[in-house]
């Protein structure tokens, strides 16, 4: 079966959209979400919606691509023999989506042999969704954006997000104490996607944090490096979970020493 990135963005893209208006019909349902499980922490929560909603995306990828492998948040991973490979969140933002804030996400990437070629954010709440093709530019509802202009750390909007374990949270607020006053200001919105897919927008110059999932990073990094931004972790590592920045070039450089000298990368 042939990959061509182009075509697996459509197929993603419709796919974000129809578990974008599942995830957001519930919501609206219910005066208020229930937790079906957790994960990692008792803070790290899952709603029916999240595994409804991966189900779904598992089944209207795989109708179309039986042969593709695929890594979601809730249920594990399949092996696949296309060299094509989803990585999937279906609410990226659970405790947001939870609390009925507006910040949430469907994220779907599409990896060819390993890297990421193809991706899709979908904010159900705004109808807004983020589209990107390896070397094929930064897309916000048929809009291409780009990165800032920021050219000084001390004038840059930062985003990031901390993690769910209570000693890892303490690290990266002692972190975030030496990070605020050499920026302009922080927002911590409580979805990485769309804070990645925010840098790409210009809304943010820099987004940073530590403990990213593949899922979490895939679509939003690929849309973020399209859009112009400079993604990677510290010390000459690619973005992942030891840290995951993207910034727009003109505050990379900055941020990168800052972060690598607050070891923004260990617990």
Not at 29 to 46: C, F, I, L, N, Q
Not at 62 to 77: M, Y
């Amino acid at each position: 079966m042939t990959a061509d990135p182009a075509d697996l963005l459509v197929l993603a893209e419709k796919t974000a959209r129809e578990a974008g208006d599942l995830v957001r019909d519930k919501r609206e349902a219910v005066e208020r979400m229930a937790v079906a499980g957790t994960k990692s922490t008792p803070t790290d929560v899952v709603t029916e919606s999240d595994t409804a909603a991966e189900a779904l995306i598992r089944s209207r990828l795989f109708a179309t691509r039986p042969d593709d492998g695929f890594l979601g948040e809730e249920d594990g991973s399949v092996i696949g023999s296309s060299g094509v490979d989803w990585v999937v969140d279906p609410i990226d933002g659970t405790v947001n989506y939870l609390y009925g804030i507006p910040q949430y996400a469907v994220s779907i990437a599409a990896q060819i042999d390993g890297v990421v070629r193809a991706g899709v954010v979908h904010n159900p709440a705004s109808g807004e969704t983020w589209t990107a093709v390896a070397g094929g530019g930064a897309w916000l509802d048929g809009r291409q954006v780009r990165v800032s202009a920021c050219a000084s750390l001390s004038l840059a909007l930062v985003g990031t997000g901390f993690g769910y374990d209570a000693v890892r949270r303490a690290r990266q607020a002692a972190v975030l104490l030496e990070v605020v006053p050499a920026v302009r200001d922080i927002r911590r919105a409580g979805a990485a996607a769309l804070d990645l897919c925010a840098v790409a927008t210009g809304r943010l110059d820099a987004y940073y944090e530590r403990g990213l999932n593949p899922w979490d990073l895939a679509a939003g990094g690929l849309i973020a490096a399209e859009a112009g931004a400079v993604v990677g972790g510290l010390r000459g590592a690619p973005a992942g979970n030891d840290l995951a920045m993207a910034a727009t070039p003109g505050v990379a450089a900055e941020l990168t020493a800052l972060l690598e000298r607050l070891g923004a990368d260990r617990d």
